[in-house]
């Protein structure tokens, strides 16, 4: 490929990707292909040549949707563009069969638009079904036979498909149907309401008002904006979709400074967990004047629970490659690192695929894009060391050495990598870059709250009842989260607690759901924002067990250098561990809330400063469970853990089990 | 000591050589040839039926055409204009045979100049370098907190009691490695375990069994 310049690049700017009318698109992250989505690929790969009509065929990064892997985005001439979920191989035989050649959608696989319409455009060709409440049964067939026989009195059945929909994304509003493809929707329609449906809106092409489902979707994609839609080991493909314009525009008249002051506009802040304003990390890094400086990608996910930053390796590696490259134009390096999990093997080669591909497009390398501007980037492998996630013991790793961190100051943005200036961005920060830059600092600013500005990925997972990616506007409120947008607790029961930002994070109860999510929210309740792991519990899980899990997790993750963190984590874990066998002794909570005040104020890093955080915030919420194993040993302890409502208000009633 | 196919061919090649040294070296080549290295179990093995010292055996060792220091050489080569090679190098070697021989790291400690207790201090410390080698297979169960609150504990205790060993361990016979992974990031379908390098995952109690199954992992139900 001959490099290109920046005349080039505008070119792409304006072309529409190239693509027929008919493309089916399979989310091929680590997670489909788990579900089985490489056999699913090679099927249809294999059958797209035998339909009579030209199908592309894309591997695409993830949607997000990952309850439902594996995904494929299904668009066919004269049809409405669907997502499909749960399609193993006898599924996409029938796709192949009943959707693409016989033009009929697929009951139980389609995952209905979050983006929905509240105006019809043009006449609907199927209605999708779907019963939203927790104890799903046979409503869902109920509606569907009903509203065929409502269609077929009207003589409707041969131009409207009724088709039972695997989600709505929308929960617990009773039974919901979605328009196609006006993906105008309604909820709560009773077996009344069908007559009245087809006879408006579908003959009368009207809306009815007071079942329609006015909430617009609540996330907002920036960093996500190209998982999903296009093959990210296809350059040509990523081009056309417009990566690299962010690049272009700074290399086009861009000084680092203007730069830094877009970035300090948008108020973006490092979602790696700390939020540290990115804009001030580039600046400290600017201004030391000694050189070579050094750009560093922290792809070490290490908070179990927590894959977004792999879904956005995996899904758009080259917008994270465009992110590095505009950071190393601001603070003036020549070199930047991957650092990533061996544990993620698809990122590592995707990230690898996409930094040869831009040296070949002269993208990477000396005078890029014809700016005079050169930089290299590189890719280094993690070896499973939680602690590797912290600048300073990331940087030792980079260096080959044991993953240690060292004292701050000096920050690494004044000695870090081999001694010389650093700044360490998170791969969500840096994926959000390019676009900051191309839309402007102020578009990115109207998201969030007043300190925390923009969006944030989140990965719920846990006992929710959608385990899914989710990426909305700081503030919205935790609530909303795990009902609205991921349907609330698995298998019907109770929400007890949210426990965000992994081990370092804490538990939030129930009664405080309604908090808005930012930085400083959480850190008020006891927990951090984290790399965005969102893990929900209900009222099964014991906040002892929990909180012991994490704290076993931090003590083998413990490096060893400091004593509080080695000694001190060993010890609070020792006390946890014979709590949880019905023998504790007296006063050992308090204990437990001594150690952890040693350990947050003399520990090195952030792993044993943080590292107490879930044990303090499982005792300040729910203390009467702990105590439970104190007072009333083992068996008391759970019964009560399950029995107890999820406030640790002494006035709840205890419930009789 | 492990059944290794090593040993059954000592007797009859040892025998009749006795304590020569030019034979020693040719015996020495052989299992070397068919090792790649020369092991260290059957190295004691031959110290101790020919009592013949460790340190004059591994001085014979040097003398061997062997493979282990070219590989050892080769990678200090590939890497050597990186900066901190000594990750990239053990990574390679831990891709390439499942874990780091110690005569390898030996051999990777003088081409690179590196003492051999600081390569080790870098093996122990990161989980993914292992000192051991693999099974033949490999089960390693997720214990990411997504995980952990879906039942992998159960998956952990179902596993251990049919392969009758510990995580972190392999089966006497060598057929199959248990361990515990941190997280490998597929929540959304927790709990998950890897068989083999390939991630399978929404199991429930039992389906351990599916996996271990005598003609290797069977093919999973989605």
């Known amino acids: ?657 | 000591m492990p059944a290794d196919t090593g040993h059954t061919e000592l007797p009859g090649l040892l025998s009749t050589w006795k304590d020569e040294e030019a034979a020693l070296l040719e015996s020495l080549e052989q299992i070397e040839r068919k090792h790649g290295f020369i092991p260290r179990h059957i190295a004691e093995e031959i110290s101790r039926v020919l009592e013949v010292k460790l340190e004059r055996l591994r001085k014979l060792q040097s003398k061997v055409e062997s493979n282990v220091r070219k590989e050892a050489e080769a990678l200090v080569e590939k890497w050597k204009d990186e900066e901190g090679s000594l990750i990239l190098i053990l990574h390679e070697i831990q891709n390439q045979h499942g874990y780091v021989p110690r005569e390898l790291a030996m051999e990777v400690s003088y081409a690179l100049g590196v003492k051999l207790a600081r390569i080790y201090e870098v093996i122990t410390f990161y989980h993914y370098f292992h000192l051991q080698p693999p099974g033949r297979h490999s089960l390693s169960i997720c214990m990411g907190t997504a995980c952990y609150l879906k039942g992998a504990s159960g998956l952990l205790t179902e596993a251990k009691n049919l392969l009758k060993v510990e995580e972190g361990n392999t089966t006497p016979d060598r057929e199959w490695h248990l361990d515990v992974v941190r997280c490998i990031g597929c929540c959304g379908m927790s709990p998950a375990v890897v068989v083999n390098g390939k991630i399978h995952g929404r199991l429930k109690n039992g389906d351990v069994a599916r996996f271990l199954a005598p003609a290797g992992p069977t093919k999973a139900a989605s």
């Open chain 1, 1 to 657: 490929m001959t490099k290109l310049l920046l005349a080039d690049l505008a070119k792409h700017a304006s072309r529409a990707p190239a693509r027929g009318p008919n493309w089916v698109r399979i989310s091929m992250d680590t997670g489909g292909i788990a579900a089985g989505a490489d056999e699913v690929c090679a099927l249809l790969e294999k059958e797209a040549g035998t339909l009579g009509f030209p199908l592309a065929v894309q591997r695409v990064g993830s949607l997000g949707l990952s309850f439902a892997d594996p995904l494929i985005e299904v668009a066919r001439e004269g049809m409405p563009t669907v997502v499909y979920g749960r399609v193993d191989e006898a599924a996409a035989r029938r796709l192949l069969k009943d959707h693409l050649i016989g033009r009929r959608l697929l009951d139980d696989h389609i995952l209905a638009s979050r983006t929905r319409s509240v105006a019809l455009d043009g006449p609907t060709t199927c209605l999708l079904v779907k019963d939203t409440s927790a104890d799903s049964g046979d409503k869902t067939q109920f509606f569907q036979f009903s509203l065929l026989e409502e269609l077929k009195h009207r003589g409707l059945q041969d131009k409207v498909q009724v088709v039972r929909a695997l989600d709505m994304g929308v929960y617990d509003k009773g039974v919901a149907v979605q328009f196609l493809p006006s993906r105008v929707t309604y909820v709560n329609v009773l077996a009344a309401d069908i007559a009245r449906i087809v006879d408006t809106t579908l003959r009368g092409k009207k809306i009815i008002d007071n079942l329609l489902y006015r909430v617009p979707d609540k996330q907002v994609r920036i960093v996500l904006r190209n998982c999903g839609k296009f093959d990210p080991e296809n350059f040509q493909d990523c081009l056309d979709h417009g990566v690299y314009q962010g690049l272009a525009r700074v290399l086009g008249g861009l000084s680092p400074e203007a730069v830094i002051a877009e970035m300090k506009t948008s108020g973006l802040r490092g979602r790696g967990g700390a939020g540290f304003p990115t804009w001030l990390k580039w600046q400290l890094t600017r201004e030391v004047a000694r050189t070579p400086k050094y750009i560093i990608c922290n792809g070490d996910e290490g908070d179990p629970g927590a894959y977004m930053d792999r879904s956005v390796l995996e899904g758009d590696p080259h917008s994270v490659l465009e992110g590095l490259i505009i950071a190393a134009h601001a603070i003036g390096a020549s070199r930047g690192y991957f650092y990533i999990r061996a544990e993620y093997p698809l990122a590592v080669s995707r990230v690898e695929r996409a930094i040869a591909d831009a040296h070949a497009a002269g993208l990477l390398g000396d005078n890029i894009l014809g700016s005079g501007f050169s930089f290299d980037a590189k890719v280094r492998l993690g070896a499973g060391a939680f602690v590797c996630g912290e600048e300073t013991a990331l940087i030792a790793s980079i260096e080959g050495k044991r993953g240690s961190p060292s004292p701050r100051p000096p920050y690494p943005s004044e000695r870090g990598l081999f001694g010389q200036p650093t700044a360490i961005n998170n791969v969500e920060t840096l994926a959000a870059v390019p676009e900051i830059l191309l839309r402007g600092g102020a578009w990115y600013a109207q998201y969030g709250t007043e300190e925390s500005r923009g969006t944030k990925v989140f990965a719920v997972t846990g006992k929710v009842r959608q385990p899914q990616l989710v990426e909305v506007p700081l503030g919205i409120t935790l609530r909303d989260i795990v009902f609205e947008l991921c349907g609330g607790v698995f298998g019907g029961k109770t929400i007890k607690a949210v426990q965000t930002g992994g081990p370092s994070g804490g538990m939030i109860p129930e009664h405080l759901l309604d908090t808005r999510v930012s930085y400083e929210s959480l850190q008020e309740l006891g927990s951090i924002m984290g790399s965005g792991g969102m893990i929900v519990m209900d009222q099964d899980d014991s906040m002892v067990e929990v909180s012991r899990f994490y704290l076993r997790f931090c003590v083998d993750e413990s490096c060893g250098k400091c004593a509080p963190c080695r000694i001190g984590g060993y010890q609070m874990l020792q006390i946890l561990n014979r709590l949880s066998r019905g023998r504790a002794e007296p006063g050992d909570l308090e204990r437990v809330r001594a150690i952890s005040k040693a350990m947050q104020k003399a520990s090195l890093c952030g792993l044993g400063q943080t590292a107490p955080n879930p044990v303090l915030s499982a005792l300040r919420y729910f203390e009467p469970e702990f105590k439970a194993y104190v007072e009333g040993g083992v068996t008391y302890a759970r019964k009560m853990s399950q029995a107890r409502p999820a406030e640790s208000a002494p006035a709840a009633a205890p419930a009789t089990a």
